[in-house]
């Protein structure tokens, strides 16, 4: 079996359409065996997924390492991860560690300069163990991540140094698509006044549930070339039956709107996740969609979800319901 691929904005890279996003496998909140890991990463792999993503931060170092012992001898997978932190062999402060059960003992400092930019990339190739990468993100810039106040002279590191160190790579064929990972919409629309980005993994922000980007970022992007990868289609929780939204748990006016789409799906017989696994992709500007199983079982459940039919009539109805903005453009 293979996943259709889309172009990821003007690079020549085609991705999965779904793709394998390797965060919450590293025990992001919740400990994971390293046998799950290598399930979930070898049952997506099987299934005909072609697109990868990870970071050092993940597991610090954990998710790196699985997945490059998992695709090293591959052909034909696109594989993506991240700069912005380096990992000091020395334990992480205990609030940072408890984060990442089981993860690895080191402890990831952010970095965006240009010399912690090129040092990141090079330790991704060597904890990998592959020679090429082919989309590097800036990860986790933003207000939201580091407050106002830091986040200045973050992203001012990143914009300068950081930035530079990208470019350099690309312009160099080291790799094909310079980006960022984050959170945040409103970081991104910031950083398109300060260079040429590929791409922008965007994490939970263009979901079913909220659909804020189409109104100012995706025309920024669809102008500038630039691709959109969705990560976190589940909204960290909410919209795969659990009560996490932004990775806290759900305010009461969300899980109000997610219990009105539930019923939209349930008159259906649609699955809330499977719709939200399929809805970004409704978009010509979203390449992939990247859910994040934790074993092999979910990694099946995401592949069911997302093989599911959905008919133009739920997405219409949403949309009449007012759970969906009218000019969202939807699955077809």
């Known amino acids: 079996m293979k996943f259709q691929t889309r172009k990821l904005g003007n690079t020549a890279l085609q991705l999965s359409e779904l793709g394998l996003g390797c965060a919450a496998m590293a025990g992001n909140h919740r400990p994971v065996a390293d046998e799950d890991i290598r399930a979930a990463i070898d ?89 090429k990468i082919d989309i590097l993100l800036l990860h986790d810039i933003g207000a939201m991540q580091h407050g106002v106040e830091l986040n200045k002279k973050l992203f001012a590191d990143a914009m300068s140094g950081g930035y530079k160190a990208l ?71 909410i ?5 996490t939204w932004n990775y806290a748990k759900a305010p009461p006016e969300v899980v109000s709107k997610v219990k009105r789409i539930t019923a939209v799906c349930d008159s259906h017989g649609i699955p809330l996740a499977a719709a939200a696994l399929q809805y970004p992709l409704g978009s010509p500007l979203v390449a992939s969609v990247i859910p994040g199983p934790r074993s092999r079982m ?3 459940q995401v592949v069911e979800w997302f093989n599911t039919d959905i008919s133009s009539s739920f997405w219409s109805d949403l949309q009449n319901e007012g759970l969906l903005d009218k000019a969202a453009p939807v699955p077809s």
């Open 43 to 131: 049952e997506g792999l099987q299934a005909g997924i072609s697109f990868v993503d990870t970071a050092p931060f993940y597991g610090f170092g954990r998710s790196e390492h699985f997945v490059g012992d998992a695709i090293r001898f591959l052909d034909d997978i696109v594989l993506s991860t991240k700069a912005g932190r380096l990992l000091k062999p020395e334990p992480a402060p205990k609030p940072v560690a408890n984060d990442w059960p089981g993860s690895f003992n080191f402890n990831p400092v952010y970095d965006y300069t240009y010399d912690g930019v090129m040092r990141s990339y090079e330790d991704s190739l060597q904890r990998l163990g592959v020679t």
């Open 239 to 243: 919209l795969v039956g659990g009560d």
């Open 167 to 237: 470019d350099e790579l690309r312009s160099a064929g080291d790799v094909q698509a310079i980006g960022l990972g984050v959170n945040e919409r409103e970081v991104c629309i910031e950083a398109m006044e300060h260079g040429r980005w590929d791409a922008f993994l965007l994490a939970g922000r263009y979901t079913l549930h909220e659909q804020e980007p189409i109104h100012d970022l995706f025309p920024a992007c669809e102008k500038a070339g630039t691709g959109i990868i969705l990560g976190g289609p589940f909204n960290s929780g």
């Open 298 to 300: 979910e990694m099946q």
